[in-house]
């Protein structure tokens, strides 16, 4: 296996009043082509910046971004992106929204093609029967998973998601998960995820990477197998309660509350 | 009762009872026609002066489109220049608020000197002039409060600015911008009418209440007054037409 994403010593800075405000240090990644690397850190450490910097949205001061061998020096079509706001043009049925990528990607799928791709899509999601509503007609957790079945359409290597269920209520996020279990079965992409939640990390990441504060560097990598079938009963077992406690831990420490020495 | 009939029956009626009010409240104090004019004194005056009505009222109308469609075309344009540019936005703020604030009475025998006898073209500048301010604000605001998620969507798709625009930003903005429009609807009918009643020889609805004044034909004046409240009406219901039909799914239904 290769490896799909890479991104190597990275190092961002944004300009403000007070002088540059170095948001990520020494960031170091390298997701597989197939897997799925979960992003956990504390508030505010970059994690955003960092989709921003896969997407191809920005460019990193120092330090490269590879995706499938290719420095990202700008915006790809290969890339599909998910957000915490579903964004869905309101104007536009649910079927039109989730074929918008079609619209902008070269050699995107036309006409009755394109429609029957969002279909199916939706369908995969348990969105059957809503195509032609519009977005204010669903609930948010139906609107995210019409947003994903948008970032997916065009068949991207990467699926970029920044907190996508932060914002949906617990039983609604756990079915979302086990949607991207399906979805990412049915249709292989290599993921990210920005993720606030480490049972939402361990749960769809084959790799858990955590961030320290700002400015962000690779503070941890927690490797997950994934071989077995995913079932949220998983989540309450002895293993997952060590996963998560190792991770607390680390957070603990990102966010500067333990001494990095005496918790290794 | 139908729905759609509904919506024109109620208004129909609230309007009939306004007029009976109206009526009563001249009877009742027995006004003479100087101090105010009862709606039974205003039939004889349609009655009568029925041709030139339809010929001032046209010519009103007209103007009045025109000079909206002036600020529509003018307003988007600078709505879109300051939605875009954070620079542009700073630099044309004060101007416009400034602009917008110099009372329209005040710039119409300016603009009535500035383009001696060019009375179509002065009522349309006019007209113009006091209907952009709220249509360029709106599609300003509503193009620079775009959520950054939407640009993001499309840009990292290799989307270029023109497509982001079209597919996202303007239609996004539609709702704002109808708002806006039926701000200016009115206001351009204002500008329209300042200009024909203070311009001499002038044309349009507002020349004929300003012959209501100088004949002391009060019950024409306020006939005016009605007819110019009825071209308001029937202006504002087309562009709540077209919003319906451009910006209609920012319409929630109540469930």
């Known amino acids: 296996m290769t490896a799909l994403i890479e991104i190597k010593g990275v190092r961002h800075a944004y300009p403000t009043a007070a002088g540059p405000l170095p948001v990520l240090d020494g960031l170091e990644l390298s997701v597989e082509e197939g897997g799925f690397c979960a992003v956990v850190g504390p508030s505010g450490c970059g994690k955003s910046t960092l989709t921003r910097l896969i997407a191809g949205l920005m460019r990193p001061d120092e330090g490269e971004v590879w995706l499938h061998g290719e420095r990202v020096r700008g915006p790809r079509s290969t890339v599909g992106m998910a957000f915490q706001n579903p964004v869905l043009l309101e104007w536009r049925s649910i079927l039109k929204n989730v074929m918008l990528p079609l619209e902008i990607v070269p050699n995107g799928l036309k006409g009755e093609a394109a429609k029957e791709r969002a279909r199916h899509l939706l369908s995969l999601v348990g969105l059957e029967g809503f195509e032609d509503k519009r977005p204010s007609e669903l609930s948010g957790g139906m609107r995210q998973r019409a947003s994903l079945c948008r970032a997916l359409v065009h068949q991207p290597e990467v699926l970029i998601l920044d907190e996508p269920f932060g914002a949906l209520d617990a039983f609604t996020r756990e079915d979302l998960w086990q949607t991207m279990h399906e979805l990412k079965a049915k249709e292989p992409f290599t993921g990210v995820l920005i993720t606030h939640d480490l049972r939402e990390s361990i749960f769809l990441g084959d790799q858990v990477v955590v961030l320290s504060g700002r400015p962000a560097r690779t503070q941890y990598v927690m490797n997950i197998d994934r071989s077995a079938p995913a079932n949220l009963e998983e989540l309450y077992t002895t293993e997952a309660a060590e996963r998560l406690t190792i991770l607390r831990h680390q957070i603990e420490i990102a966010q500067g509350r333990v001494p990095e020495e005496v918790a290794s | ?255």
């Open chain 2, 1 to 255: 009762m139908n729905g759609r009939l509904r919506n024109v029956i109620v208004p129909l009626f609230a309007m009939l009872v306004f007029l009976l009010l109206w009526e009563a409240l001249v009877w009742v104090n027995d006004w003479p026609n100087y101090k105010m004019a009862s709606p039974s004194d205003l039939w004889p005056a349609y009655v009568r002066y029925w041709e030139l009505f339809l010929v001032m009222g046209w010519q009103t109308l007209w103007r009045t489109v025109v000079g909206l469609l002036l600020a529509v075309i003018v307003g988007i344009a600078i709505g879109m220049v300051m939605g875009f540019s954070r620079t542009m936005r700073d630099a044309l703020y004060p101007l416009l608020v400034g602009f917008n604030a110099v009372p329209k009475a005040t710039v119409v025998p300016i603009v009535a000197l500035m383009f001696v006898g060019a009375h179509d073209f002065n009522t349309v500048l006019i007209a113009f002039m006091i209907s952009f301010f709220p249509i360029a604000v709106s599609v300003s605001i509503g193009l620079s409060t775009l959520e950054p998620e939407y640009r993001d969507i499309l840009r990292s798709l290799g989307a270029s600015q023109t497509t982001i625009f079209w597919k996202i930003a303007l239609p996004k903005t539609l709702p704002e911008f109808f708002g806006a429009l039926k701000v200016s609807v009115t206001l351009a009918f204002i500008g329209t009418n300042l200009m024909e009643i203070v311009s001499p020889h002038g044309r349009g609805l507002g020349a004929l209440f300003d012959s209501g004044k100088t004949n002391s034909d009060y019950p024409l004046m306020f006939a005016v007054l009605i007819a110019l409240a009825l071209l308001g009406i029937v202006l504002y219901y087309i562009v709540v037409g077209l919003e319906k039909i451009f910006a209609g799914w920012a319409e929630r239904t109540p469930s």
